[in-house]
């Protein structure tokens, strides 16, 4: 051990903890991980966490994680699937709609640049991994559907007769599917759980968290989804809804894995969370700008918010917004700063500008409707 | 295969995690660390040497995959090899102990724990048998944030520097 300088107590526990933010605790771990007073309070906390392990609760989770099952379970399941298939067959051939029992015809690209399918071509093949640059890519099919494939994604379009015809197979990045009517069933399949359309308008965003930690972020604009994710029960998600797969807990891990779901292509970097009246405030930042999201315990997102780059004012607000404030409070006003928040499907900004020597807040919606004020000094 | 990784976990956990806590200072990063290297282990058990101590091998793995997360830029150890080593120093003079089981060499710590004074003492238990918060503990304690986090750090300096001196043969 080398004899770096002391830290002081309250930073050298944030740290032990990982309380610190993942910037600060590398730079920290730089000089004072090998301080003679931290590492004795370091093996110390590692003999005390050690104390208290539960082997058999451990052994569970690594069992799980192996996918380990006995010969004669796994005899059971196989069983039990056969049976399941065989009768969801017979059913499926008497019930299912006739556009049910017919395979998808193709996709073809709309609008965008698509990596993967034929130079000229816009035709998308079925079956073939295919992925998006810098730009989103709109695809149509056939029978009417629609999907906006995010900047950055990879997938594979597969399609199939039957109850989920077109299958999704989304690797990285996200897409929002417009299924008219339910009359094309989705399914798109992700390492952290799959989403099945119900009829509806919906958006699917995968981000990876912290080793082999996958989370889905689903948006549902109209009608519902099922989300699927094995072996826990399947979750509906009504229009309006935005929900967080898994629910992030105060777990750092997990709450970074969420800002990353909720701005998504970002840097974005955790700072601290907190409950509050039993819900999850998670703080973090993209550059200079603080990020925040408040989160349900089931996963529902109540409201997420990133602040505006104060040097990009009034520029990045947008332009009913600006003309009301200009319009309230004089072309005088300076402006402060501002963040946009979304809540509920809606998308508010919240500015801060000061006027005659006062700060004085305002909240509007994108449309530059006020919907409250406040004076702060 | 399932009868390895069984007694390998149930006579290696707590050491392992331990380890891992001591390399990732959170509890969560170093249980998922912990389950990491078990998985790992299981998948290289014809690797194992049954004629050798399993500690050092599981805790091998550990310190290589807390390495590689490092490369994959995600959450890192926060010591450097030096502590590394000192670490699996401590550890193997732990081991040497009497006693089957991690906990049972752990005599050390139970003795320097008992010389502590009772409000550290509590604050200890508090955050790693009862896993509290560091603001539950201060409710409970009736003290700010700042004081809880300030009593734990220099509790487990006092401890550690008891723990060294009897392991070193001192008292």
């Given at each position: 051990m080398n004899d770096a300088s002391r830290l002081p107590d309250e930073v050298a526990e944030d740290l032990l903890s990982g309380g610190l933010a993942e910037g600060d605790a590398q730079r920290l771990r730089q000089g004072a991980g090998a301080a003679r007073d931290f590492a004795g309070a370091l093996l110390v906390h590692g003999l005390l966490a050690g104390r208290e392990a539960d082997p058999e609760k451990a052994l569970a989770a690594i069992r799980h994680r192996l996918g380990k099952r006995s010969p004669a379970r796994r005899w059971l399941l196989w069983t039990a699937a056969v049976a399941a298939a065989l009768l969801i067959a017979i059913a499926g051939s008497l019930l299912l709609p006739p556009w049910r029992t017919m395979a998808p015809s193709g996709a073809h690209v709309v609008s965008g640049t698509l990596e993967?399918?034929?130079?000229?071509?816009?035709?998308?093949?079925?079956?073939?991994?295919?992925?998006?640059?810098?730009?989103?890519?709109?695809?149509?099919?056939r029978e009417g559907s629609r999907l906006d494939v995010a900047p950055e994604s990879s997938l594979t379009l597969r399609g199939k007769a039957g109850r989920d015809r077109w299958r999704i197979e989304l690797a990285a990045g996200g897409v929002q599917c417009d299924v008219p009517n339910g009359q094309d069933p989705f399914?798109?399949?992700?390492?952290?759980?799959?989403?099945?359309?119900?009829?509806?308008?919906?958006?699917?965003?995968?981000?990876?968290?912290?080793?082999?930690?996958?989370?889905?972020a689903v948006s549902v604009a109209e009608g519902r989804v099922r989300v699927e994710r094995r072996p826990q029960p399947n979750v509906g998600v009504a229009a309006g809804g935005l929900r967080l797969f898994p629910a992030p807990t105060a777990s750092r891990q997990e709450a970074l894995l969420a800002l990353r779901l909720l701005f998504p292509g970002e840097a974005v970097e955790y700072l601290a969370t907190k409950s509050v009246g039993g819900l999850l405030e998670i703080e973090g930042w993209i550059g200079d700008q603080d990020v925040e999201a408040v989160v349900a315990p089931d996963g529902s997102v109540q409201s997420y918010s990133r602040e505006l780059p104060r040097g990009e004012l009034p520029g990045a607000l947008p332009a009913p917004v600006r003309e009301a404030l200009r319009a309230r409070f004089g072309p005088d006003a300076q402006w402060v700063e501002a963040e946009v928040e979304f809540r509920g499907g809606t998308v508010a900004y919240e500015v801060t500008l000061r006027v005659q020597g006062k700060e004085v807040e305002a909240k509007l919606d994108a449309d530059g409707r006020f919907l409250g004020r406040e004076e702060n000094e | 295969?399932?009868?390895?990784?069984?007694?390998?976990?149930?006579?290696?956990?707590?050491?392992?995690?331990?380890?891992?806590?001591?390399?990732?200072?959170?509890?969560?990063?170093?249980?998922?660390?912990?389950?990491?290297?078990?998985?790992?282990?299981?998948?290289?058990?014809?690797?194992?040497?049954?004629?050798?101590?399993a500690g050092p091998w599981l805790r091998g793995i550990a310190r290589n995959l807390a390495r590689n997360a490092?490369?994959?830029?995600?959450?890192?150890?926060?010591?450097?090899?030096?502590?590394?080593?000192?670490?699996?120093?401590?550890?193997?003079?732990?081991?040497?102990?009497p006693g089957d089981q991690w906990a049972d060499?752990?005599?050390?710590?139970?003795?320097?724990?008992?010389?502590?004074?009772?409000?550290?003492?509590?604050?200890?238990?508090?955050?790693?048998?009862?896993?509290?918060?560091?603001?539950?503990?201060?409710?409970?304690?009736?003290?700010?944030?700042?004081?809880?986090?300030?009593?734990?750090?220099?509790?487990?300096?006092?401890?550690?520097?008891?723990v060294l001196d009897k392991l070193r043969g001192g008292r």
């Open positions: 993967g399918i034929e130079p000229g071509s816009a035709e998308v093949p079925l079956g073939r991994a295919i992925g998006t640059g810098r730009e989103h890519v709109v695809l149509a099919c399914r798109v399949c992700t390492r952290a759980g799959d989403v099945v359309t119900e009829g509806t308008r919906f958006s699917v965003r995968l981000a990876e968290g912290y080793k082999g930690l996958w989370g889905l | 295969m399932t009868g390895f990784l069984d007694n390998l976990v149930r006579e290696q956990y707590a050491m392992v995690l331990s380890f891992c806590t001591m390399l990732m200072g959170d509890r969560g990063e170093a249980e998922d660390l912990a389950q990491e290297a078990f998985l790992v282990a299981c998948r290289r058990a014809e690797e194992f040497d049954a004629s050798r101590p490092a490369r994959r830029a995600r959450p890192v150890a926060l010591v450097g090899d030096a502590t590394l080593e000192w670490l699996e120093e401590i550890h193997q003079r732990i081991e040497s102990r060499k752990l005599e050390a710590l139970d003795a320097c724990l008992a010389e502590l004074d009772e409000a550290d003492r509590s604050a200890l238990a508090l955050l790693y048998h009862e896993r509290c918060s560091y603001e539950e503990i201060g409710a409970r304690l009736k003290t700010s944030l700042a004081n809880v986090k300030k009593r734990l750090y220099r509790a487990r300096r006092r401890l550690a520097d008891c």
